[in-house]
Nanobody
Framework: QVQLVESGGGLVQAGESLRLSCAASGRIGSINIMGWYRQAPGKQRESVAVITNGGTTNYADSVKGRFTISRDNAKNTVYLQMNSLKPEDTAVYYC?????????WGQGTQVTVSS
């Protein structure tokens, strides 16, 4: 079993920054993919950024150049540095870990960006 605990959300103005954290515990395994997803009210959940255990990353086009995903394997923690935030970034952000065929989700953290 895997547990994910997220933190770092909040309310900011456009152009400001936030850093989200997701701490994983349990039977994580050495080979896994962690990622950040977001869901705005009335919209489908979408992938924001993912990172492998080896550090390979992928980003949604909408956040490239503004967001950076990273991980600290020793701490089993993944981060999402969000710069130049826009109102359209407003959503609940969820952390996900995939190990083999299994997926685990965090509880979500609210990010609100005002104009």
């Amino acid at each position: 079993q895997v547990q994910l605990v997220e933190s770092g959300g909040g309310l900011v103005q456009a152009g400001e920054s936030l850093r989200l954290s997701c701490a994983a515990s349990g039977r994580i395994g050495s080979i896994n993919i962690m990622g950040w997803y977001r869901q705005a009210p009335g919209k489908q959940r979408e992938s924001v950024a993912v990172i492998t255990n080896g550090g390979t990353t992928n980003y949604a086009d909408s956040v490239k150049g503004r967001f950076t995903i990273s991980r600290d394997n020793a701490k089993n923690t993944v981060y999402l540095q969000m710069n130049s935030l826009k109102p359209e970034d407003t959503a609940v952000y969820y952390c996900k870990l995939r190990r083999g065929p299994s997926e685990y989700w965090g509880q979500g953290t609210q990010v609100t960006v005002s104009s």
